[in-house]
């Protein structure tokens, strides 16, 4: 059998769909190439440019008889740009959600991951935060993927359908062979916007609040590699397909880093200082965001085996600095 996976050539859906070819699965991906690049796309998988909203085009994929799970990545995934546009998050995620289960549910596809994230939780009062801690978003991004949750729940109590949310923490770092990494124009996510700066790309890096009641004032989160994350999926897909079991679970590793830690961590693996400038808190930002972590390792099986900040880092300032080549070229 055959697994969609879509956006597919986005940062987290290209290590997906390596993932898989490497294992040894048929993909297909369906990506509108809005965010993603095909050159980001393993050369094994099929890619069908369109949109999760196309719903002639959803039948002809679903139809097929070939696919058995859906792993869907497409949608918008930056906090401050659903505060500013809420509307196009409920639109790319929630709206554009419903089409694709609809789909699943007509085509009889039973299979689905969801890439969910820790923004449901808004500003837990139990950190590290469990599975079953209370749902009170900050942001119109996590209201779009908690009501995309709350689709999956029920269309899997009415139909032959099981699913496993996977609420994502601070996915960051890039493939350890180089394959593929975070390569979106614009980026604003910690990580990637601290590579930059020390890669010389951007003039300095702003710290969002310093006054939080944290160790160093600054924002925590527990941020994970991007291929341990992915590795989560295809236990997960294994798991869905034995079981038929729906389950959520947390993706983290159960530590929570500062913003001046990953600023110091970035620092190090580029020896390269850069200037930081100390800013007012974002809008729809939480204090500290850190995964309750066993679930996921009891259930899956999982294994991290990048779980160290200093890994993340080195991961991703060589993607940027291949990138930096490559746009120069
Ligand atoms: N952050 C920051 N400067 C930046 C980007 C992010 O200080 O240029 C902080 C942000 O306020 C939060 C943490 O870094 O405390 C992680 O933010 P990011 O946007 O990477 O992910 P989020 O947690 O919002 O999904």
Redesign the pocket.
Known sequence: MSILVTGGAGYIGSHMVWNLVDAGESVTVLDNLSTGFDWAIADAARLVHGDIADETLLDQVLGSGEIDAVIHFAGSII?PESVSDPLKYYRNNTANSRTLLEACVRNKVRNFIFSSTA?VYGDPVTVPVPEDAALCPLSPYGSSKLMTEIMLADTAKAHDFHYTALRYF?VAGADPKGRTGQSTANA????K?ACEAALGKRDH?????TDYDTPDG????DYIHVSDLVEAHALALKDLRATGESRVMNCGYGEGFS?RQ?IDAVRRASNKDFKVLEEP??PG?SPK?VARADKIRATLGWQPRYDDLDTIVGHALAWEDGLARRNRL
Request: net charge positive.
């Open positions: 906090v923004a601070n604003t996510h910690l990580i916007v890096l702003s710290i969002f609040g600054t924002g925590v989160r913003v990953v808190r974002r930002d965001v």
